[in-house]
C-alpha cells in the first residue's frame, strides 16, 4: 500500500511560455512550470512540468524520471526533439530528477532497490512515482487522469520500476534498453565480465557529485594509457577512497551475490501490472540484454496480452533521435528511427492514455536485417520456422549438413590466428569469411561449434581461459545468450554447453537476420591476451571465470 503524502507544498513556480522552435512543424507551444514535489518522507524532487500554452483539455501526463538532469527538458518537445512526435499529440509532460541528482534532495543510490514491504515508511523509486502522480493529479489541472511513463536506459529502468506496485492512473508504460541487470547483462558486467573503463567513468561521473560537475578522474587524453598506468584495480580503489559508492561495491560484490540480485528487475517482476512496451536495439552496446530480459521475463507473466516487443537496428538510445536509416556507413533502407516514433510509440501512448484510434500492433515487431524489413509476430521469440544446426564447413563455407568428426574429438589450436588465413584444423574448421550455402533467415537462438576454446566479442573471436568454460557453462540458463556474430549484439562470454573436448558451442544473440545465397559472415580471430582473464587497459577484467575480453583493441595491444 502506498501513502500518500500528508502534505503538498509548492515551493517554487515558474510559469513562463517555451515557445518552441517547432511551432513552424505545426508543434504546440507549451508552458514551463518547475516545482518541488514532496515525497512520503519529506525528502523533494525537483520536477519540471509542460503544459499546451492554448486550450483547456483534459490531457494525460507523459513523465520521464532521469538522473542525468532536467535543466534542458524542454528541448525533447522542440520539431527536432526526442518527443517531437508525442508533443505534437499534445500531453502533459513531466521531468523529475530522482533522489540526490542535481536539483532534488536526498540520497542517490545506483539502481535503489524495492523497500522492505514490512517498512510503511520505506521509500524507493516506485513509491517515489506514485508520490509524484499523486500530485500531479491533485494540482495540474485539468487533467484526464491517466499517466504513462517512458524512459531509455537508466531512465528506461525507472519506468519499468513505475509498473512495479504501479499507482491507479498509470496506464502505459515504456521501458527503453532498461539497465535490467547490471551483472548478467548491462552496463556494468557482461554475465561477470566487468567492464573496466564504463564502470568507473560512469559510477564516479554520477557520484563524485550530484550533477556530473566533477569529472572522472581520467587525466590522459588517451584513456588506454591512463588505465594502463594505474596497476592493479586496487589502485583505482585507493584513488577514490571510498567517495564512489558503486565502485566500492563493485569490489566488495564480485560475484552474482544478493546485493546485485536486490538491484535485478528481473527480481521485482511479478505480473504485467499495466500495459508495457519494451523497447532496445540490435546492436545496443549497453542493454540489450535488458530489453529481452525484461519482455522475456514479463512475458512468462502475461495472461492478457499487454506486454509488447519493438526490436530495432539500432544502438544506444539511436531510435529517439534522427532518423535511423544508417548505422555508420550500414544503410537499412528505410528511416527506422522515425518510423518507430510515428507509427509504434505515439500511437500506442495516444491508445492506452487518450483512448484514441486502433491499437494496430503486433506482440514482436522487430527489424530484420538483410532484408530490410519490419516483420511481425505474434511470439518472440518466432514459433514459425524450424530450428536448424549451422555448421563451418571447408572452404570458407557454411551449411546445415554437419561434417564428420573423429570419435576423439579435435584438437585444440594454440597461439595467434591470423585474421586473413583459414585454420590449419581441417575438421570443422572455419576461414576467416563464411559463406551460407543457402538462402536462411535467423529469428531464434542457434549455435555454432567452434575448434578453439574462444568467445565472440563484436565478430572476433578471443582465446579465453580454458578453466572457465566448465563454469561458465553452467551458469548459463537455457534462455540466455550473449556471444553474437557481426549480426548480433556486442556482447562476449563463453557459452555452453560444450559439445565434446575442445569444442563449445557459441551461441548466437536472440536476433532477426536474412542471409543470402553465398553471404559473407566475417570473422577476425585475434590473440589471447598475454595474462588468462584479464585485458590491460580499456580491456574488461575476466569476472565470469576468466574470460579476457578487449574493449576497441586487441587484448595487450597499445
Known amino acids: 500500500m502506498h501513502a500518500v503524502p500528508s502534505r503538498v507544498v509548492l515551493l517554487l513556480a515558474l510559469l513562463t511560455p517555451l515557445k518552441l522552435a517547432a511551432q513552424a512543424d505545426s508543434l504546440p507551444v507549451y508552458r514551463e512550470q518547475q516545482v518541488m514535489i514532496p515525497m512520503r518522507d519529506g525528502v523533494k524532487l525537483n520536477t519540471r512540468i509542460y503544459v499546451p500554452a492554448t486550450g483547456s483539455t483534459a490531457l494525460p501526463f507523459l513523465m520521464t524520471r532521469t538522473p542525468y538532469g532536467i535543466a534542458n527538458s524542454g528541448g525533447a518537445l522542440e520539431a527536432k526533439g526526442s518527443y517531437a512526435e508525442l508533443a505534437r499529440e499534445q500531453y502533459v509532460f513531466v521531468y523529475q530528477d530522482i533522489r540526490g541528482r542535481y536539483g532534488s534532495e536526498g540520497q542517490f543510490i545506483m539502481n535503489r532497490p524495492l523497500h522492505d514491504a514490512s517498512d510503511p515508511s520505506g521509500v524507493d523509486e516506485s513509491t517515489d512515482t506514485y508520490d509524484t502522480i499523486t500530485w500531479l493529479l491533485a494540482n495540474i489541472t485539468p487533467n484526464n487522469g491517466s499517466v504513462g511513463v517512458l524512459g531509455i536506459s537508466y531512465p528506461g529502468w525507472l519506468a519499468a520500476m513505475a509498473g512495479i506496485h504501479p499507482h491507479p492512473a ?32 560512469y ?36 584513488l577514490l577512497a571510498g567517495r564512489v559508492p558503486t565502485w566500492t561495491n563493485f569490489t566488495e560484490h564480485p560475484s552474482y551475490d544478493a546485493f546485485w540480485k536486490s538491484r535485478a528487475l528481473t527480481t521485482w517482476l511479478t505480473e504485467v501490472a499495466v500495459p508495457t512496451l519494451v523497447v ?108 536448424r544446426k549451422l555448421y563451418f564447413r571447408a572452404g570458407g563455407q557454411l551449411s546445415f549438413e554437419p561434417a564428420s568428426m573423429p570419435a576423439s574429438g579435435v584438437p585444440l589450436r594454440s597461439g595467434s590466428w591470423d585474421a586473413g588465413q583459414p585454420a590449419t584444423n581441417t575438421t570443422n574448421a ?12 535467423s529469428r531464434m537462438p542457434g549455435g555454432v561449434s567452434r575448434t578453439i576454446d574462444s568467445c565472440c566479442k563484436n565478430g572476433r573471436f578471443l582465446v579465453a581461459d580454458r578453466n572457465a568454460k566448465a563454469q561458465a557453462a553452467s551458469r548459463l540458463a537455457a534462455d540466455r545468450w550473449d556471444a553474437a ?9 563463453i557459452a555452453g554447453p560444450m559439445l565434446r573436448r575442445g569444442s563449445l558451442v557459441v551461441v548466437l544473440a536472440l536476433t532477426s537476420r536474412a542471409f543470402a545465397q553465398g553471404q559473407e559472415m566475417p570473422q577476425e580471430p585475434q590473440q589471447p591476451a598475454a595474462v588468462p582473464g584479464a585485458c590491460p587497459g580499456r580491456g574488461q577484467i575476466g569476472g565470469a571465470g576468466g574470460v579476457a575480453q578487449a574493449q576497441g583493441r586487441r587484448c595487450g595491444a597499445r
Not at 550533477?211 to 594502463?228: C, G, H, K, Q, R
Not at 572455419?430 to 533467415?441: D, I, K, V
Open 203 to 238: 559510477s564516479t561521473g554520477l557520484e563524485l557529485s550530484n550533477d556530473e560537475s566533477v569529472p572522472p578522474p581520467v587525466s590522459f587524453y588517451d584513456t588506454y594509457s591512463w588505465y594502463l598506468a594505474q596497476g592493479p584495480l586496487s589502485n583505482l580503489t585507493a
Open 430 to 441: 572455419a576461414a576467416a569469411t563464411q559463406r551460407m550455402a543457402e538462402p536462411a533467415s
Open 485 to 493: 556474430l557481426p549480426f548480433g549484439h556486442a556482447l562476449c562470454s
Open 170 to 201: 498509470v496506464k502505459a508504460i515504456s521501458p527503453q534498453a532498461p539497465m535490467t541487470d547490471t551483472w548478467m547483462g548491462d552496463d556494468f558486467f557482461h554475465y561477470g565480465a566487468f567492464r573496466l573503463s564504463y564502470g568507473f567513468e
Open 280 to 387: 532496445g536495439g540490435w546492436w545496443d552496446q549497453e542493454d540489450f540484454y535488458g530489453a529481452v530480459t525484461t519482455y522475456a521475463t514479463l512475458e512468462r507473466l502475461d495472461h492478457h496480452n499487454r506486454n509488447y516487443l519493438v526490436m530495432g537496428p539500432w544502438y544506444h538510445g539511436s531510435w529517439s533521435r534522427g532518423d535511423g536509416q544508417k548505422v555508420g556507413d550500414i544503410d537499412f533502407g528505410s528511416a527506422t528511427g522515425k518510423y518507430y516514433r510515428e507509427e509504434i510509440q505515439a500511437p500506442w501512448f495516444a491508445y492506452w492514455l487518450k483512448g484514441k484510434g486502433r491499437l494496430d500492433l503486433a506482440e514482436a515487431t522487430v527489424f530484420e536485417s538483410g532484408s530490410n524489413e519490419w516483420k511481425r509476430f505474434d511470439h518472440w521469440p518466432a514459433k514459425e520456422g524450424t530450428s
